[in-house]
């Protein structure tokens, strides 16, 4: 009865591992850069494409910048696809660090590009190889960390993307000065993660869950390649996770639920958190201020919004369950889109907002790294994982294209941002369908 008592009060913090805090440093540090590159090609793409084209083409930088970040998204969905599947297959470990190595050298290589052309196709490798790393460092963090502190580990981890955008913004407000050719140098900052290889090799281990699932795996595999008959547990080890994702009536059901889920965050980041800087920047043109100054701060409060409410979400989803909490996100995300766009002109307030609602906005991203991998078996979980979180952007690599006529089209930022919140119903309603798992153990 005593020992139950003093564990209980003993703080989650106190009772994880050197080898867990190391798993969550890895995963958080690896999303920071996937971070970085990100929202540095947000920055950059104007100044790049400026370089890059012909002075003829440069009224049609708003267009090309669009094909280029759809480009960048589309090649996220494939590779975080592949990713996913791969990390079922070869580990989760080795995974990570052929991913981040893959980033490191695409990105370098995007310095060197010599045309919109070449800019473009090194985008899409960057875009591939910052998409298999989510899924890989999730299920590595939900297989290594205590049932009761899943979802305080999920946050932290999911901060490194918000941490990612802000050093981005930050090294910009200083290396924008280097001249037309700045945006080369941002990129060359991104081969840095491939040191973070050499610690990740001996600092942390392969996940054990998935080491004893590869092993059931590797033997109903012999045995079929023998020509024995499996039995249905077997029949699942050696189903190809992707096909095993639809097979049974249970998992598709969920998976269709968990697909419109995550097409509603990521719909309501690409489609309208993109427009935030933009969107103060012009307010701020109109009111004889410099635009990019007042973008770059609202780029900052965004991302300083986004931050706390990755992490939040995670220590909330503990205490309160997973549910609950991401409904109660999704709703505020809702609420606060009109409020951010219509409630005032005033830019030191509407900094505020763009804080307030990246909050919700951007911070319901974490509900992924949290619930989803409590609701998968080890055998398909990275997999699971990676169609969750990527297979909503062969939809969403659409909104940068789409943004500039829709802007036109509704009359604003605004109307085009309150059209596009409607997706919120859809995760809202979804919501209800999915089980709760808090503190439950993962499925095996």
Do not use: C
Not at 422 to 427: E, N, Q
């Amino acid at each position: 009865m005593t020992t139950a008592t003093t564990q209980s009060d003993t703080p989650w913090y106190r009772s994880l591992s050197r080898t867990q805090w190391n798993t969550l440093t890895a995963s958080n540090l690896g999303w920071l850069f996937d971070g970085f590159e990100t929202y540095a090609l947000i920055l950059t793409v104007g100044p790049a494409l400026r370089s890059l084209l012909d002075k003829s083409e440069y009224a049609q930088i708003p267009a090309f910048a669009g094909a280029v970040i759809a480009i960048t998204l589309f090649g996220w969905g494939v590779g975080g696809m592949i990713g996913g599947v791969l990390a079922d297959y070869i580990g989760r470990k080795r995974m990570m660090i052929y991913a981040i190595i893959a980033y490191s050298i695409a990105t370098g290589l995007s310095a060197f590009s010599f045309d919109w052309i070449s800019f473009a196709v090194l985008r899409f490798l960057v875009g591939v190889t910052i998409g298999s790393e989510w899924a890989t460092g999730s299920s590595m963090m939900a297989e290594l960390w205590p049932d009761n502190a899943r979802g305080k580990g999920a946050g932290l981890m999911q901060s490194g993307l918000g941490i990612g955008f802000f050093i981005a913004s930050f090294a910009w407000l200083f290396i924008s000065d280097f001249g037309p050719d700045a945006w080369r140098y941002m990129y060359i900052l991104g081969v840095l993660p491939a040191l973070l290889t050499l610690w990740i090799r001996r600092s942390i281990p392969e996940s054990h869950l998935w080491e004893k699932s590869n092993e059931k795996r590797q033997a109903a595999l012999a045995h079929k390649r023998a020509g024995n008959t499996l039995d249905s547990s077997d029949e699942k080890l050696a189903r190809f996770t992707l096909v095993d994702l639809f097979s049974e009536p249970t998992i598709r059901r969920q998976t269709i639920v968990v697909f419109l889920m995550s097409l509603t965050t990521t719909v309501g980041f690409w489609g309208i958190s993109t427009w935030v800087p933009p969107f103060i920047g012009g307010l701020a043109a109109k009111s004889g201020l410099v635009p990019a100054q007042w973008a770059s701060y609202a780029g900052m409060s965004y991302t300083v919004g986004s931050i706390l409410g990755y992490i939040s979400l995670g220590f909330l989803a503990d205490a309160f369950g997973r549910k609950p909490v991401t409904l109660a996100y999704m709703v505020l995300a809702l609420a606060l889109t009109p409020v951010l766009f219509f409630w005032t002109h005033d830019l030191r307030m509407l900094l505020v907002l763009a804080g307030v609602n990246a909050f919700f906005s951007n911070g319901q991203y974490t509900w992924m790294p949290v619930w989803l991998p409590e609701l998968y078996p080890t055998r398909m979980r990275a997999t699971a994982l990676a169609f969750a979180f990527n297979a909503p952007r062969f939809i969403a690599f659409l909104g940068p294209l789409l943004a500039g006529t829709m802007i036109v089209k509704f009359g604003g930022f605004g109307p085009a941002a309150m059209v596009l919140a409607t997706i919120y119903v859809v995760g809202i309603v979804s919501v209800f369908f999915l089980p709760e798992t808090r503190g439950k153990p993962l499925p095996a």
